[in-house]
């Protein structure tokens, strides 16, 4: 099976998640990695927006807010912080929800250690390096299709995400700052500074060899343009992410 690959710059919150939904809906196998701009929250689809997110500090800094379809928690999408994949497959592919975790999961560390990193798999979903989590990732599943996106981190900004988001007092100390820079790292952290192009092309031979498949650089066709077009409308409108 080929995979797609879709490479695409910086895009509002509201325009990326409309993209990958109309990945999902088109269902045609895809890897895109892609940014934010400007930066971002993206909240689970569970969740509550008012219990999240700190709505005056995202107006204050000019940071959008969305939510997802996919599950999981808070995330900070920073706009030079980190690169964002997705992943479109075919359920049959990976019927268990576990087993396609740690399979996406394993194309991301082959890439991070074609990097010089020494990445790992922790937890359900979790990519880390020497113990640090630096990639976090969601899924959602529809009409025999699997949507994955997920976060990895080129540089990590934990005071802004805990002034973004609604936390204890007890969090924002410094002493709990601290402890949470302790347990995220980042490309920046561990090897320096690195070209995104050297990372884009680490993750997708990374995502060539644990798939085992080709992939061939593609554009988004003319239904899913229109498609994510009408999504757009969606993640933009207050019902959607307001809506817990």
């Not at 929250?41 to 500090?57: C, L, T, W």
């Not at 576990?98 to 250690?113: D, F, T, V």
């Not at 979903?125 to 981190?153: E, F, M, W, Y």
Request: hydrophobic share 40%; glycine share 8%.
């Amino acid at each position: 099976m080929k995979l797609r690959l879709l490479l695409h710059e910086h895009a509002n919150a509201y325009r990326n998640m409309a993209i990958d939904e109309a990945l999902l809906n088109s269902g045609i196998p895809t890897l895109r990695l892609y940014k934010w701009k400007p930066s971002a929250i993206s909240i689970g689809y569970f969740q509550s927006m008012e219990g999240e997110v700190n709505m005056d500090a995202c107006k204050k800094y000019g940071v959008d807010v969305v939510r997802r379809i996919t599950g999981g928690g808070a995330v900070y999408h920073d706009s030079i912080g980190e690169i964002t994949y997705s992943v479109v497959l075919p359920v049959t592919m990976f019927p268990d929800i576990l087993e396609s975790y740690k399979a996406i999961g394993r194309c991301l560390i082959a890439g991070l250690n074609m990097l010089g990193l020494k990445a790992g798999y922790a937890g359900i979903n979790d990519v880390v390096v020497n113990g640090r989590k630096i990639s976090g990732s969601a899924q959602t599943r529809r009409h025999g299709i699997i949507l994955q996106h997920g976060t990895i981190l080129l540089k990590a900004n934990v005071k802004k995400m805990f002034s973004l988001l609604k936390v204890t007092e007890k969090k924002i100390m410094d002493k709990e700052i601290k402890r949470v820079e302790e347990r995220v790292t980042s490309i920046e952290k561990e090897i320096g500074n690195v070209k995104e192009d050297e990372i884009r092309e680490a993750i997708i031979k990374g995502f060539q060899i644990g798939l085992n498949t080709e992939l061939e650089e593609g554009k988004l066709n003319e239904n899913e343009i229109e498609d994510a077009m009408q999504l757009v409308k969606k993640y933009e409108s207050r019902e959607w992410n307001f809506k817990r």
